[in-house]
């Protein structure tokens, strides 16, 4: 079974461009949450989204957003980018159906950005 | 708001060493309580779940245990070896059973383990 899958692994952009990353969850799983990663905050929560609707936001301007397909899969896009916006993004599903769910989350290798 | 703090934020230790890593939250009424771990430039890799009426959970040479009253859990690494060696990171999901969010978790800082031979 093929884990969670993020695309690009590593990009490189210059401030004010925008940027899209790609998150494929495991087969079957339909919830797939969003975290950015910076040595200073560490792990911090962007979003959540669950068939197709999104079901938690972090405190995170409107900038960062988000969407998910009927697919499960999941786009976020950061536009105007700042230097600040440099880290890694990290995707990360679960399955969640009623009366079956344990909570446990499992990570994508994340995508680097670097602003410059 | 919850708060989850790890201790130490760094570990040296030699090979064979068994060792424990410490996990406190401020809000007891969790839902489970997941560790992970991080090798450097990569993702997170999930080690243990303990669900919130569980005290442990057992994966080959790792031991987690949770004592949900005094809000802390920690991670026991048995014989640690080189390979070891990584960033450990414990998160809890937001919310209590009656409603949580379980794609929201709010992490530690994570503790540095190095394992030298």
């Known amino acids: 079974k093929a884990g969670v899958t993020q695309t690009p692994r590593y990009l490189i952009k210059t401030r004010g461009q925008q940027v899209t990353l790609s998150c494929s969850p495991i087969s079957g799983h339909r919830s797939v949450s969003w975290y950015q990663q910076t040595p200073g905050q560490g792990l911090q929560f962007l979003f959540e989204y669950f068939s197709e609707t999104q079901r938690n936001k972090g405190n995170f301007p409107g900038r960062f957003s988000g969407r998910q397909f009927s697919n499960s899969r999941s786009e976020m896009n950061v536009s105007t980018l700042e230097l600040g916006d440099s880290a890694l993004y990290l995707c990360a599903s679960s399955f969640q159906a009623s009366g079956r769910r344990t909570g446990e989350l499992f990570f994508g290798e994340g995508s680097r950005l670097t602003v410059l | 708001k919850q708060e989850v703090t790890q201790i130490p934020a760094a570990l040296s230790v030699p090979e064979g060493e068994n060792l424990v890593l410490n996990c406190s939250f401020t809000?007891?009424?969790?839902?489970?309580l997941q560790w992970f771990r991080q090798d450097p430039g990569k993702g997170l890799t999930s080690l243990l779940l303990?669900?919130?009426?569980?005290r442990e959970q057992t994966s080959g040479r790792l031991n987690a245990s949770l004592d949900k009253s005094s809000g802390r859990s920690t991670l026991y690494i048995a014989a640690s070896q080189p390979g070891d060696s990584a960033t450990y990171l414990c998160?809890?999901?937001?919310?209590?059973?009656?409603?949580?969010?379980?794609?929201?978790?709010?992490f530690g800082q994570g503790t540095i383990l190095t394992v030298h031979p």
């Open positions: 809000d007891s009424a969790i839902y489970n």
């Open positions: 998160a809890v999901p937001e919310g209590s059973a009656g409603g949580t969010s379980y794609g929201k978790l709010t």
């Open positions: 303990i669900q919130s009426s569980q």
